[in-house]
């Protein structure tokens, strides 16, 4: 299962917390994005449950980041690079 995570950064932490999120583990694919918000993460698992440890235990723990918006992918045609025109369904998770 892969799910393509939108973060938004408090704005004083973007360039910290972008660097953190990159570092994370579970991040196989990063960017800083204009618009509502500020990157985006793109992140495989075995299932929802291990996506929701990732964004809970991992993402939202990074100082910084005051909002996730996982999109997870119900469509793939294998490439990462093509994770984010996927048609993802989306979940939102505040903070």
Not at 6 to 18: D, G, H, M, N, P
Not at 58 to 74: M, W
């Amino acid at each position: 299962m892969k799910a393509l995570i939108l973060v938004k950064f408090a704005s004083l932490a973007t360039r910290e917390a972008y660097r953190l999120l990159r570092e994370t583990p579970a991040v196989l694919d990063s960017s800083m994005v204009y618009g509502r918000y500020d990157a985006y993460a793109f992140v495989k698992a075995e299932n929802l449950e291990a996506i929701r440890h990732i964004i809970l235990s991992e993402i939202q723990t990074i100082p910084g980041v005051v909002e996730t918006l996982p999109c997870i992918l119900v469509e793939d045609d294998g490439s990462t690079a093509n994770a984010p025109g996927a048609g993802p369904q989306s979940l939102r998770m505040g903070r």
